[in-house]
């Protein structure tokens, strides 16, 4: 591994900086190099490129819209013995506290930065050679996202769709109703989420959703600060609903009154909001029953219980 790193990235030094971690999924650790630090994150299942690439791309596209700090994606290299790394650039993070609030105002010019896109896209059309030679994030009017982003070491289908409501059936809850299906073939959940199903639009009427660049999963885990402000990490990036955002926020805890208060100043809650976070956090609870078992089945069918009612 010390000499394939070596050789990819073109450096001599490679010295271990003794700062390890590892999130839930991959082993990480970090390198002197004659580039500067990097941290690598290592991981041997065969899905690992996918994974890796998939962060990459959600790093890059989060980085282009200049509006939340993320660590500089370097590279994804595959390993001979099976599995992945993926290189990056080191932050010396540590738990968010002090730019909490700053972190609400940037995930919330995060989440806008699409919407402004399209508005400058229309002011542009009128005055004669602007809007040529783009680069960086181009606007989109539709759900989805290039590759395939992994929420956890599962892959999220990203295909793109015109309508918000049919992306999250079809392509979040869906996905992770068949592979409780194939893993435990739960009866009620099956019979909750055919009438769940019929009951979500209701959820939505009146609603106007304009495509969000989203993190995609942005628990307490992966969110942090250095003295310069807040840093986001290990994205699972999509464009979708900016309030699926905020629903593993609220799950797992990490993110104080300040955080959310900055945030709704910027993009207040629409009427209905409470039970589509409950909606989007199955997803969550959904995939969490699918990564580590059936501690997470209870809270998928309670929420489905208490929205069909
Ligand atoms: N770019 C980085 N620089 C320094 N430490 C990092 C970096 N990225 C992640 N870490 C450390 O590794 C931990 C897990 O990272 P994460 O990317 O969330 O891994 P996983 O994909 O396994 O969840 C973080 O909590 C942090 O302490
Ligand atoms: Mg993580």
Redesign the pocket.
């Known amino acids: 591994m010390q000499e394939l790193l070596q050789k990819e990235l073109g450096t001599s030094l490679l010295r271990s900086t003794g700062h390890s ?6 082993h ?1 650790e ?1 390198f002197h190099t004659d580039q500067g630090r990097i ?1 690598v ?1 290592t991981n041997s299942r065969s899905e690992a490129r996918r994974m890796f690439d998939g962060e990459m791309a959600s790093l890059t596209a989060i980085q282009q819209t200049q509006t939340v700090k993320v ?1 500089k994606p370097i590279k994804v290299i595959d390993l001979p013995e099976g599995g992945a790394v993926f290189v ?4 010396d ?1 540590r738990g968010l506290n002090r730019h909490a609030e700053k972190l609400g105002t940037q995930l919330a010019d995060l989440h806008l930065h699409n919407q402004k896109l399209g508005e400058k896209l229309k002011k542009d059309s009128n005055t004669v050679g602007k809007g040529e030679g783009q680069t960086g994030v181009q606007f989109t009017e539709n759900f989805g996202f290039h590759v395939v982003t992994c929420c956890g070491y599962l892959p999220q289908v990203n295909d793109w769709q015109e309508d918000w409501v049919t992306f999250f059936a079809r392509q979040r809850i869906q996905p992770q109703m068949d592979m409780i299906e194939k893993n435990s073939g739960d009866k009620e959940a099956r019979e909750l989420w055919a009438k769940l199903q019929l009951k979500i639009p209701s959820l939505f009427a009146d609603m106007e959703i304009v495509p969000a660049l989203l993190h995609g999963d942005l628990w307490g ?2 969110v942090a600060e250095d003295d310069s402000g807040p840093i986001i ?2 994205p699972a990036t999509f464009y979708g609903h900016s309030e699926y955002e905020l629903a593993i926020a609220g799950m797992f805890g990490g993110f104080s009154s300040s955080f959310y208060s900055a945030y709704h100043s910027k993009i207040p809650k629409a009427p209905g909001f409470d039970k589509r976070l409950k909606l989007y956090q199955l997803f969550h609870y959904m995939n969490h029953w699918n990564h580590f078992g059936s501690g997470y089945r209870g809270s998928s069918i309670n929420i489905m219980r208490n929205l069909v009612k």
């Open positions: 971690g590892g999130g839930c999924i991959s990480g970090s941290y994150k660590p990056m650039e080191h932050l993070m885990g992966n990490f290990d």
